[in-house]
Nanobody, 124 residues
């Protein structure tokens, strides 16, 4: 079992930046891929970014490419999502997710563990 806790959300103006953190606890010594997803009211959960267990490979949703970066610190069992040039359309609840795999999954159904989410609101 893996427990995930997100933090770092908040209210920011368009063009601003936020850094989200996801701290993992439990069986974190295995090869887990980590992902970030977001969900706006009335919309489906959307892929944002993923990083493989080593941190050597990453993947991003088309809407955030070039603006967001993902990284992980194994010593701290933490994954980060750096969000720059934020837009009002980036508003939503951001969820951290984990799955035991050496791959780089990008759909919600491929992930086994989820955090409670952190709200990000971008004002125009």
């Amino acid at each position: 079992q893996v427990q995930l806790v997100e933090s770092g959300g908040g209210l920011v103006q368009a063009g601003g930046s936020l850094r989200l953190s996801c701290v993992a606890s439990g069986r974190t010594g295995s090869t887990y891929a980590m992902g970030w997803f977001r969900q706006a009211p009335g919309k489906e959960r959307e892929f944002v970014a993923a990083i493989n267990w080593s941190g050597g490979s990453t993947n991003f949703g088309d809407l955030v490419k070039g603006r967001f970066t993902i990284s992980r610190d194994h010593a701290k069992s933490t994954v980060y999502l750096q969000m720059n040039s934020l837009k009002p359309d980036d508003t939503g609840v951001y969820y951290c997710a984990a799955v035991l795999t050496v791959g780089l999954p990008y759909t919600p159904g491929e992930y086994d563990y989820w955090g409670q989410g952190t709200q990000v609101t971008v004002s125009s």
